[in-house]
């Protein structure tokens, strides 16, 4: 039989379907019918006759449910029809409806958001042709069993890549950051500095003109410059005539040969323009000089395993033939969408597992109340399974309603979703890639779709079942919600949420603890009342670096003259910033081989950064301004550094020597004072040894300055950014920071974690809370009688005060208990983002048991006064 | 759902081919087609009117049989129903099927214990 035919014929019946029904109405009849007049034939009287027919026929409302069901059409009718009863159904209660969409929305909408989190950071592929195939390679160093990652040197690159027999491209980049000079006022810029292959690896060739050639990676040949689409449009208006032209970076003239397609942005977040990276023969040699990222494309076929395999062998050989140089280094090869988001997927993982769980007790949370609600519709049940709904139908139709929840919910949940991505896109932490990337798009909304449906499976069977149990006559009979199995299910549903709930409290409690921890760790500086900018000036311009020290020096006179500023110095790399430079070094007088030579992170400074910043001397003497070019080179050492290098407290006086230059012309000196420690790399990271070389020796061409302010540092910013190019035109200037936002921004990512658990752990507790009222509530309503009875017999209204109080609080403890134990066991997974608190910090889990507590106790307050008013004449007539 | 094999029951899948053949002698209302399966059967089987309904029902959809209202032998209105020219095809090719399966089934229960 065709198909056309079977919708043919149901289309008919949906048009014909009253007449249908006539029909099937009147061939019942007869049949009845026939079969008394059979039965009055064989004998019996014309009553016993009827009577008998009818008993052979069986119920004829559930013989015509049975007829009609037979068509596709049906299905689809009573699909609609579910849907209409249960509009009314919601509709009628519109209480019941709100209390149910919004916490079901609550839950969707929080998983929404953090679903679509994960998709932006972790589950989009990176936007390159092929980009799955894409590895980064690290160098990394081994100390203690932790292995670090750190950026490459150029030769290791050069051997990685012509060594190499498993990869189809591999090319290394660094990032700059330049003046747009010579059209105006000078412009930031972000550059990338790569090499030729950048285009092949990425697979990616320039909209206009052509990408590098490998000649052009020397230095020298380098000054050409393939444009970004943006600072095309921007600077050209779109021109097809900029290929060949000329642009200024740091007032070098740099030829226009390509320019990027649009939408092409690399690395992740974008730069304004590629440059080729312009390697000089100094540093085709230096293999201590770790500096170049490092990006490959797998040959087809080859996995990652074996790259890292093939590495590793040209890494060993390496080390054997420069053990000085390379003798402590190794490599590393990771696919770079995992490489991105190391240590942020796990993270990422168990908050979505909370929300998840969040989710949970939304869904438990709705179960209790249709449980709750299918008791008072217990009568209208039984009336539809009278009157022939089979029981298939009714689970159907409880299921309709449930899932109508859910739509809705899931639809307020978009609303509740996107103001949540809004508020991540602002605030969200700036060092987790791609999160300001986070949108509604086709993937969140089938996810919000699929758990929408899924939790309407979740929280409407059990209610569906269970009030579509087939006791039909008793029912009729009574409304009186006597199930004692029900019961149960509802009060372990309420344990459950109130646990889950526990376990959710807990969790957040030792992130906001070991937060509040870290905030109160004082950085080694005082950062309030202080401005930062970086300043850069173009080489070009100073033929030396005492020019380049006038430069400095009138820069500060100029800055200090500034309204409201006590102090202000510089520094080449700020706390805080996520720079390093560290560089190993020989103390004179002691031999020790090459390989182990101690290394310490280095920094020049001028004597005003440490008073700027309130860094303290400890012993000796700080930098003067008489510490200059020409002087004696001299140094300061952290406390750290000089304790862990010179354990006899013998610092003061040392002679060292670095391998690198901590600028371009010190890397020696003797160390003259030991100043305080300084967090660095954040207060969650261990403190690093330091030594500064005095700037005014160091002969720099880029520096960070920092200013500090009696009035707003804010305020400052502009003028500070005048004054500085007032100096230099051409210099280059960032915008201006308060140091306390920089600060504040070394926790982002923690303080990120923090605030999203924070705010699924409410959301549970405002869950639990309303589920706990709902059925002390409802207990309370079905109580009514007894209550009336117990005070009519004397019971004084404190006594039901507390017998009601006692039922809630008693499930509320049981949840409590199942929760601290599910904490204790579970919040292990939280270890990686705690600093400073056990897992099972006791402080932390009585804190949150009491507020748990204390809001059970409010959620079961009001019921139980409202017990207490019940009229014992008005309750004895219940019913 | 059709109920499993019991005594006075259809065997499971059969009633529409019963039906078919019924209507195969000749046109027949409801009752009537009811009566007839059980007269043939010697009253092995009974169907009553919660399985006939809904299978007539399904039969008409599949275009296996039709209906019209016709006086009945005692001159009251009745729907009967006609087998037609696919139900007729449909019914030759299960009845064959169906003896198929018989005689394979009673050589298997017949079989001796030599032969198996």
Known sequence: MSVLKVIGSGLRALFHKQQEERELDEELRAYVESAAEEKMRIGMSREDAWRAARVETGGLEGLKEDVRDVGWEVALESFVQDLRYGLRMLRKNPGFTAIAVLALALGIGANTAMFSVIEAVLLRPLPYNDAKELVRVDSTWERGGIMTTYSSSPPDFFDWRDQSRSFASMFAYHMGENALTGRGDAKRMRTVMATAEMFATLLVRPALGRGFVAEENRKGANHVVVLSHALWRAEFGGAADALGKTIEMDSEPYTIIGVMPDGFQFPLTGSDAYVPIGFDEKVMTQRGAHYLHVLARLRTGVSVAQANEDLGGIMAELRRLYPDKDGKWGVHADRWSSALVGDIRPALLVLLGAVGLVMLIACANISNLLVARAAVRRRELAMRRALGAGRLRLVRQMMTEGLLLAVFAGGASLLLAHWALVSIISFGPKDIPRIDNVELNTAVLMFTLAISVVSALLFGLVPALRSSAPEVSGLVKSAVWSSREAGRARNALLIAEVALSMMLLAGAGLLIRSFIGLRSLSPGFDPSGVLTLNVGVPDAHYKNSSALQSYWDELLAQLRGLPGVTSAGLVNELPMSGDDFSSSFRVEGRTVPEKDEPSAELRAATPDYFRTLVIPLKKGRMFTDADRLGGARVLLASETAARMFFPGGDAIGQKLRFGARGGYEVNQGEVVGIVGDVHYFGVDAPVPPMFYVALAQAGLDGVSVVIRTTGSPAALGLLSRKVIQGIDRDALVSEATPFEEMVAGALGQRRFYMMLLGTFAALALVLAAVGLYGVISYSVTQRTQEIGIRMALGAARKEVLAMVMRQGLGFAAAGLAVGLVMAMMLNRALKGLLVGVSTTDPLTLVVTATVLLLVAVLACYVPARRATRVDPMVALRFE | ?116
């Open chain 2, 1 to 116: 759902m059709s109920p499993g094999p019991k005594p006075g029951g259809v065997v499971q899948g059969t009633l529409d081919m019963l039906i078919l053949k019924t209507l195969a002698l000749q046109p027949m209302h409801g009752y009537g087609i009811g009566q007839r399966i059980e007269q043939i059967s010697k009253g092995v089987f009974q169907v009553n009117a919660g399985s006939l309904f809904p299978a007539f029902r399904r039969l008409e959809r599949q275009g296996l049989i039709a209906s019209e209202w016709r006086a009945s032998e005692n001159n009251r209105r009745a729907k009967y129903y006609a087998i037609t020219d696919s139900g007729r095809k449909k019914f030759k090719a299960e009845a064959r099927e169906w003896k198929t399966q018989i005689a394979a089934i009673a050589r298997i229960l017949e079989a001796t214990e030599g032969e198996l």
